[in-house]
């Protein structure tokens, strides 16, 4: 077992052994924050989010009241970093963002968030069951590991830790068909690893186009 591979099995499985929603969101972090991740933020999806980030706050590792003094000066409405989840399934960077052609409030306010943090680049991870949004992953870092790999492993583990601390709320809002199989998570740390579909299947013992169904079912749930 590569050593890469080891990495991402080991956290999903520690993110799946986790007793509270706090050493969820913490292991994901210790990930993140091996990969040049300073800060993290997990907002709950709902009809205020736009208005109030401090109301939607799951998880947050910023400066204390950072939120709240975001949200009091009026940025939180005009940040496109979480406006682009309202319509968006797969994750997506704040060059990406700065990339769109944005209005003047838009601009200020990811100025605001790059002069306060010292964060220059970052990873916003919506996370979607069918068409709701049921939260975002938000993570920023000076100099952030913005490879594939590291990409797609952070969206797996945000996936998972959304799915852990339902599970631990005992709040069953989710149909079966938003759960990961074991086997899912496999094929897909794999091909977070750069393997393609054979070469999983070799490792695997299944075939190529097994290897296929599962990846394809795994980002229907994904809604990537």
Not at 131 to 157: A, C, F, Q, W, Y
Request: net charge neutral; glycine share 6%.
């Amino acid at each position: 077992m590569s050593e890469l591979r080891a990495t991402i099995i080991e956290t999903v499985e520690e993110v799946g052994r986790a007793a509270s929603a706090d050493s969820v969101w913490k292991t994901v972090k210790n990930y993140a924050s091996a990969n040049g991740f300073q800060f993290m933020l997990v907002l709950k999806g709902r009809n205020s989010l736009i208005e109030s980030v401090s109301g939607s706050v799951l998880y947050n590792d910023m400066p204390q009241g950072f939120a709240e003094s975001f949200d009091s000066a009026g940025f939180s409405k005009h940040n496109p970093l979480i406006s682009h989840a309202l319509k968006e399934a797969r994750p997506y960077t704040a060059a990406e963002i700065w990339a769109l052609p944005l209005n003047l409030h838009q601009r200020r306010a990811l100025v605001q968030i790059n002069m306060s943090l010292n964060v220059f680049d970052g990873l916003m991870i919506p996370i979607r069951n069918a068409n709701n949004l049921e939260g975002i992953v938000l993570l920023g870092g000076h100099k952030p590991d913005m490879t594939p790999v590291v990409r797609s492993t952070l969206h797996l583990l945000s996936y998972c830790a959304f799915e852990q601390v339902i599970h631990l709320e005992a709040q069953p809002r989710r149909r079966e068909i938003g759960l990961l199989s074991p086997r899912e998570i496999e094929c897909l740390s794999w091909a977070a690893a750069g393997k393609t579909d054979a070469e999983v299947g070799r490792i695997l013992e299944i075939s190529p186009r097994t290897t296929r169904f599962h990846i394809e079912n795994a980002k229907k749930k994904l809604g990537v």
